[in-house]
């Protein structure tokens, strides 16, 4: 039995799949069973930004996994305190502490807690178009009615106003509001890059009502949108900035870096079994190590912005509008997104739905500008068709 037949009698049935069975990657490239090859503009939803088998990652996770593979947080431990210090040092200045987790979501959760128990208060402002994941707390952050409408009903106190809407927000925040929680770049919303004065806008409104900022770059973190984190495009220093994705080279991992005005964090408020495990830990110093040695936000900026204007200059009908920031890039359609996924699958490159009628990219930074090319002219075909 094949892996898609034998993955199909046992899956969970959660997934929409794709008829290939990935077996390998390297870089910006995955082969499927049969051997055919892919430029992942995929990328495990953004995860793969240093590339698939990264060698300074793998080196790292072979010789971890030698020593240690898991120490809980209840003991110290020296790769754990790296990254810790790491962390702190590359996120803005205002941030001096972290939490470890598992995922985008269970930091969003964790971030969602720390803001109830910092402020004492217990309601939460988000956008419309936003995503934040899918357990309980992060799903009701997230907006599309899709996701939520299953579960209802989901955790009182949370709001949802337009996005780019600073009236909107005035109105929503109350001495109610623990926090805000926002994307620079709503990604699963369609790729929309934020306003700077909006976003400037809404961090103002938060210190002067006393409610904390979250700000959600799971999916823009390490480098994605031309900078090492979006906040610094945006000169924003937010109380609480989410992780993921990206941070540990492919391996899972979240974390929360917050600051000062986080308060009444005390041992024993939340925790994590597996969140800061050494090896996930050694992964993250490896792969954050190789994006600043490599300066990939720079290469993320320029190639994605060599992208974005080759799209636009192909001048095909089908495309109502090209955007993003950096190597995160949504192309809005006239028409659904789904047909021509499935066209770009059997021409070899891999790329994702933002929505029903935007096709995202989300390659490694380490793609060649070759091929990055090859994505282009692969996109003029199936666009064209």
């Given at each position: 039995?094949?892996?898609?037949?034998?993955?199909?009698?046992?899956?969970?049935?959660?997934?929409?799949?794709?008829?290939?069975?990935?077996?390998?990657?390297?870089?910006?490239?995955?082969?499927?069973?049969?051997?055919?090859?892919?430029?992942?503009?995929?990328?495990?939803?953004?995860?793969?930004?240093?590339?698939?088998?990264?060698?300074?990652?793998?080196?790292?996770?072979?010789?971890?996994?030698?020593?240690?593979?898991?120490?809980?947080?209840?003991?110290?431990?020296?790769?754990?305190?790296?990254?810790?210090?790491k962390l702190v040092a590359i996120t803005p200045a205002n941030l001096t502490r972290a939490y470890l987790a598992n995922s985008g979501t269970e930091a969003i959760e964790a971030a969602l807690k720390f803001a109830r128990l910092s402020t004492g208060r217990t309601g939460?402002?988000?956008?419309?178009?936003?995503?934040?994941?899918?357990?309980?707390?992060?799903?009701?952050?997230?907006?599309?009615?899709?996701?939520?409408?299953?579960?209802?009903?989901?955790?009182?106190?949370?709001?949802?106003?337009?996005?780019?809407?600073?009236?909107?927000?005035?109105?929503?925040?109350?001495?109610?509001?623990?926090?805000?929680?926002?994307?620079?770049?709503?990604?699963?919303?369609?790729v929309n890059p934020g306003d700077a004065a909006y976003l400037q806008g809404v961090q103002a409104l938060c210190r002067e009502r006393g409610a904390l900022m979250i700000l959600d770059e799971v999916q823009t973190g390490f480098g994605r949108t031309g900078s090492l984190?979006?906040?610094?495009?945006?000169?924003?220093?937010?109380?609480?900035?989410?992780?993921?994705?990206?941070?540990?080279?492919?391996?899972?991992?979240?974390?929360?870096?917050?600051?000062e005005t986080v308060q009444n964090i005390k041992p024993g408020v939340h925790g994590s079994t597996f969140g800061g495990n050494p090896l996930a830990c050694a992964a993250a110093n490896a792969a954050i190590d190789f994006i600043i040695d490599n300066d990939l936000p720079?290469?993320?900026?320029?190639?994605?912005?060599?992208?974005?204007?080759?799209?636009?200059?192909?001048?095909?009908?089908?495309?109502?509008?090209?955007?993003?920031?950096?190597?995160?890039?949504?192309?809005?359609?006239?028409?659904?997104?789904?047909?021509?996924?499935?066209?770009?699958?059997?021409?070899?490159?891999?790329?994702?739905?933002?929505?029903?009628?935007?096709?995202?990219?989300?390659?490694?930074?380490?793609?060649?500008?070759?091929?990055?090319?090859?994505?282009?002219?692969?996109?003029?075909?199936?666009?064209?068709?």
């Amino acid at each position: 039995m094949d892996s898609i037949a034998l993955e199909s009698q046992y899956t969970s049935g959660c997934y929409p799949k794709r008829e290939i069975a990935v077996v390998r990657g390297e870089g910006a490239r995955v082969w499927d069973e049969q051997g055919n090859e892919y430029i992942d503009c995929v990328a495990g939803h953004g995860v793969g930004i240093v590339g698939h088998c990264n060698p300074a990652v793998v080196a790292a996770i072979c010789e971890q996994a030698g020593t240690l593979i898991t120490c809980p947080e209840i003991f110290y431990n020296d790769i754990r305190a790296k990254l810790l210090e790491k962390l702190v040092a590359i996120t803005p200045a205002n941030l001096t502490r972290a939490y470890l987790a598992n995922s985008g979501t269970e930091a969003i959760e964790a971030a969602l807690k720390f803001a109830r128990l910092s402020t004492g208060r217990t309601g939460y402002v988000a956008t419309k178009s936003g995503f934040h994941g899918r357990t309980m707390g992060a799903l009701s952050a997230t907006w599309e009615p899709k996701y939520r409408k299953p579960y209802m009903p989901l955790i009182a106190g949370f709001s949802h106003v337009s996005y780019g809407d600073l009236e909107q927000m005035d109105a929503a925040i109350t001495d109610e509001t623990a926090s805000v929680i926002i994307e620079p770049v709503q990604g699963e919303g369609g790729v929309n890059p934020g306003d700077a004065a909006y976003l400037q806008g809404v961090q103002a409104l938060c210190r002067e009502r006393g409610a904390l900022m979250i700000l959600d770059e799971v999916q823009t973190g390490f480098g994605r949108t031309g900078s090492l984190f979006a906040c610094e495009q945006f000169g924003l220093e937010p109380d609480l900035l989410c992780l993921a994705k990206a941070i540990a080279g492919g391996l899972p991992m979240g974390a929360v870096v917050f600051s000062e005005t986080v308060q009444n964090i005390k041992p024993g408020v939340h925790g994590s079994t597996f969140g800061g495990n050494p090896l996930a830990c050694a992964a993250a110093n490896a792969a954050i190590d190789f994006i600043i040695d490599n300066d990939l936000p720079a290469e993320a900026l320029r190639k994605g912005q060599w992208l974005m204007d080759r799209v636009r200059g192909m001048d095909l009908r089908v495309v109502k509008e090209v955007r993003g920031m950096g190597l995160m890039i949504g192309i809005q359609l006239r028409k659904r997104a789904v047909p021509y996924l499935r066209a770009l699958l059997a021409e070899g490159v891999l790329a994702l739905p933002a929505g029903s009628r935007v096709v995202r990219l989300l390659p490694p930074l380490v793609i060649t500008d070759e091929e990055l090319a090859t994505v282009c002219e692969t996109l003029q075909k199936v666009l064209s068709a």
